[in-house]
């Protein structure tokens, strides 16, 4: 069933808030603080992992320059940010969570859309096999929203639906995706996904404060590049 594990890992997303929104109060402060910490660190090394893959950085560098610049022109952290205080404002509202909700909104949604998994997953999820990627990164995203859903409240519940609508739309187009992307282009891709995965684990360890909704654009960049200078010039390998 094309779609299934799209399905699946919506489900494990709204259940794992679900939990972590009714039962979190339970968690101690110091537990959930530490969780948080040990899932930004194995988020850091899954995007150094995928960085390292690249087969010159400068095209996973030089995308991500680029897409954040042309992110910062169309202001979409500013616009993601928007969409999460207009779901705040009509869902939210006097919840006592009202001030952790468009964090909450915006990291679950990056962090469980943004990643080599999305798109190998939804290329196998439009195939009609067994969905095994999206199982796998269900099981992760769903334990991940227990903590999140504890710590950021119902806000992470709507990132389901950023799951949903991303992963279902590229599951949709991915046998046309599958064939518009070389093994280099998808090398390449990957790596600068890394480096977006890696922002995202800097943000959790509250090291750096990166606007993460503008990396998105060097998603699309990067591999535009490597169509352009490594397969047709050749000017960069």
């Known amino acids: 069933m094309r779609g299934l594990g799209t399905i699946i890992n919506t489900a494990t997303v709204l259940v794992g808030g679900s939990v972590g929104y009714f039962i979190g109060h339970r968690i101690k402060d110091s537990i959930r603080t530490i969780v948080v910490q040990v899932i930004g660190l194995a ?17 996973p560098l030089v995308g991500m320059v680029l897409g954040a610049i042309i992110g910062e022109l169309l202001r979409i952290e500013d616009r993601l940010e928007s969409l999460g205080e207009v779901l705040r404002k009509r869902f939210a509202k006097g919840s006592g969570d009202e001030s952790t ?50 710590i950021h409240g119902v806000g992470v519940l709507f990132s389901a639906v950023s799951v949903f609508v991303v992963q279902g739309t590229l599951t949709l187009f991915g046998t046309q995706l599958d064939s518009l992307l070389n093994d280099r282009m998808r090398i390449e891709l990957f790596a600068t996904g890394g480096i977006a995965v890696m922002a995202i684990g800097l943000n959790l360890l509250d090291i750096k404060k990166i606007r993460l909704g503008s990396l998105l654009p060097g998603l699309i960049v990067t591999p535009l590049l490597v169509q352009l200078f490594a397969d047709n010039t050749g000017l960069l390998r």
Not at 43 to 59: A, H
């Open 101 to 150: 909700f468009v964090q909450g909104f915006v990291t679950a949604t990056l962090l469980f859309c943004v990643g080599p998994m999305t798109i190998l997953g939804a290329i196998e999820d439009a195939s009609g096999k067994t969905p095994q990627l999206y199982i796998i990164k269900g099981t992760l995203d769903g334990f991940m929203s227990v903590i999140f859903g504890a």
């Open 43 to 59: 988020t850091l090394v899954m995007g150094i992992s995928n960085v390292m893959d690249t087969q010159n950085l400068v095209f």
